[in-house]
């Protein structure tokens, strides 16, 4: 009996680790999407900067909403803790290191970028911003 516990440990230890690895391909192939139309927008890119994406997460904006003036407004100055949206709905929080399921359904990392970079700065988010701030989050 416990030869069969441990290969089942096994099996589904190492089913953990190929999630793992797809999610962090479709991560992966979604920020050289970015890259690739940054360095298109701009031949002088040279790549995401995860301190330029913090910026970003952190700074106040006047374009968009004035109750969400920063992506902070909504999740929390701690990358690692749960948010907040104004209606009171509770967010996830958007570290990596928290929640490993985050990022890899580029359909919805889109539907996102596009509803908050305009209610927070007003207008559409350049590829470049997204890199930064996903590049920031993956290392959190």
């Known amino acids: 009996m416990p030869l069969k516990l441990n290969i089942s440990a096994i099996l589904a230890g190492l089913a953990i680790v190929l999630s793992s690895t ?3 391909g479709v991560r992966e192939d979604q920020l050289a999407q ?3 139309a940054a ?3 701009s031949p002088a890119f040279a ?3 995860a301190e330029r994406g913090k910026t970003l997460h952190t700074q106040n904006f006047t374009g968009g909403k004035p109750d969400t003036p920063a992506c902070t407004s909504c999740h929390g100055k701690d990358t690692r803790g749960a948010g907040r949206a104004p209606s009171g709905k509770a ?3 958007m570290a990596l290191s928290t929640s490993p399921t985050r990022y890899t359904d580029p359909a919805k990392v889109e539907k996102w970028f596009k509803r908050n970079c305009t209610e927070v700065l007003g207008r559409f988010c350049t590829e470049q911003e997204k890199g930064d701030w996903l590049t920031f989050m993956l290392g959190q």
Do not use: E
Request: proline share 0%; aromatic share 14%; no cysteine.
């Open 22 to 24: 797809s999610q962090a």
């Open 34 to 36: 970015y890259a690739s």
């Open 39 to 41: 360095k298109a927008a």
């Open 47 to 49: 790549g995401f900067s």
């Open 91 to 93: 967010i996830d929080a």
